[in-house]
């Protein structure tokens, strides 16, 4: 099985420019499901992953054959939206019992490319302004950034950064989030800058898509063996990084905290890291990640891109952030 996966998953992987592919469109009728998921473990009594700790999840599932492949999420309240990473949004409530209410699907009014092909629409990463509701989305292949106006009602502008324009298609801005003072910060995948170390990160002062000149390039080491897939901002001000890495068939994901007092240009930032979804606990190509309050506390939301493939999930993970205190 593992050698089946793996190959399936190399068919996913290859640049599309070698394998064409027909984007897969979400129908007019909101078909989904939410079934609960464990932690896992041996010690079914744990609840503790690091500095998290587990408060539920569900497996989300759709009749629809385009449903999935989800790279990014963004969550107000109790209202979720997810991007998938060929431009479809699925947006619906879910509550404390884990109920799922009001789903809706949409697609990206624009983008890179035609839109009729899985590579004009490879979206990536995504942030919301909480302030306006304007949204950002980052697209690899085009090495784009485009803002949508709130609810994803029209696309307003875009912009291929040229710093970003050498970044090798499909490890484009994997990781992306709007900063609290104002810019935005995003993360390649897998390249680093000519020369330096771990992977190329760029911080845009101001709006990227009206000051792509604006700005810095940093250097991020992810954890050893990892490459960046999501960021956010918690709301202490720290960065959350995503990390996620694919060996024998299992992907596993580490996220770690980094001190954005660090982020200077030419700086190279290593984070510390905080919690690993590994096996035997649940895990899957965790791509997207949120961070949100309640009650004083604070909040890690993480959503997993399935490829689209049966052999893998589309997980939505919620935990608390309770640091371990450490002498």
């Known amino acids: 099985m593992r050698i089946v996966w793996s190959l399936l998953l190399v068919l996913v992987l290859v640049p599309e420019g070698s394998r064409p592919i027909h984007r897969p469109v979400l129908g007019p009728v909101a078909d989904v499901r939410a079934t609960p998921v464990s932690l896992g473990g041996a010690d079914r009594t744990n609840r503790r992953v690091g ?22 999420l963004s969550v107000a309240g109790d209202r979720f939206t997810l991007l998938s990473d060929g431009g479809n949004i699925v947006r619906f409530a879910l509550g404390p019992d884990w109920k799922l ?21 490879d979206s990536e990463s995504m942030s919301v302004d909480p302030k306006t509701g304007d949204i950002w989305v980052g697209f690899e292949n085009a090495n784009a950034l485009w803002r949508y106006a709130p609810g994803f009602a029209r696309a307003e502008a875009h912009v291929r950064p040229r710093v970003m324009r050498n970044w ?65 901002v918690l709301p202490d001000g720290r960065w959350l990084i995503l990390n996620r890495r694919f060996d024998w068939a299992r992907f596993s994901s580490k996220l770690s905290v980094i001190d954005p007092a660090q982020v200077r240009p030419g700086a190279t930032v290593r984070g510390r890291d905080i919690a690993t979804l590994a096996a035997p606990l649940i895990h899957d190509n965790f791509e997207g990640v949120a ?32 640091p371990v205190i450490r002498p």
Do not use: C
Request: glycine share 16%.
């Open 168 to 232: 090798p298609e499909n490890k484009g801005p994997e990781a992306m989030t709007l900063l609290p003072g104002g810019g935005m910060a995003t993360i390649g995948e897998q390249d680093p800058w000519p020369g330096k170390p771990g992977r190329a990160g760029v911080v845009f002062f101001g709006d990227p898509v009206l000051h792509p000149r604006s700005g810095f390039r940093f250097n991020y080491l992810p954890p050893d063996g990892y490459d960046p897939s999501d960021m956010t």
């Open 51 to 72: 500095d998290l700790v587990w408060l539920g999840g569900v497996k989300l599932t759709s009749h629809d054959a385009a449903f999935g492949g989800f790279s990014s």
């Open 291 to 322: 961070a949100t309050r309640e009650r004083g506390t604070t909040i890690v939301w993480l959503v997993s891109d399935d490829n689209q493939l049966p052999v893998q999930r589309s997980l939505l993970l919620k935990f608390k952030l309770d």
């Open 101 to 121: 209410r009001g789903p809706s699907f949409g697609d990206l009014p624009g983008g890179p490319g035609t839109g009729w092909s899985k590579r004009s629409r």
